[in-house]
């Protein structure tokens, strides 16, 4: 099992900026598959953006906004997130699994999220 820790959510004005981290502990190993994904009250869960060791996945609605990447050595999961809308304004899960599931909400382990909140 793996552990799942998300901070750096917040809230900012339209256009702003926020980066989000995604820390990793127990039973972890380097080539496991991590995404985040958000969810905003009354839709569903949607995938975000995906990470492996060679490569990345990112939903058409934030690719050029947003930037996934990760710190093998911190096992830590980041998301940087630039000109956020409105529409970005959902909670933000970090996801983990042996399994490349990319963009799809079936990782076996999921973080508590964190709130991101983006005013117009």
């Known amino acids: 099992q793996v552990q799942l820790v998300e901070s750096g959510g917040g809230s900012v004005q339209a256009g702003g900026s926020l980066r989000l981290s995604c820390a990793a502990s127990g039973d972890t190993y380097s080539n496991s598959y991590m995404a985040w994904f958000r969810q905003a009250p009354g839709k569903g869960r949607e995938g975000v953006a995906a990470?492996?060791?060679?490569?990345?996945t990112c939903a058409d609605s934030v690719k050029g906004r947003f930037t996934i990447s990760k710190d093998n050595a911190k096992n830590t999961l980041y998301l940087q997130m630039n000109s956020l809308k409105p529409e970005d304004t959902a909670m933000y899960y970090c996801?983990?699994?042996?399994?490349?599931?990319?963009?799809?909400?079936?990782?076996?382990?999921w973080g508590q999220g964190t709130q991101v909140t983006v005013s117009s």
């Open positions: 996801a983990a699994d042996r399994i490349a599931w990319e963009l799809m909400p079936n990782y076996a382990n």
């Open positions: 990470i492996r060791s060679d490569g990345i």
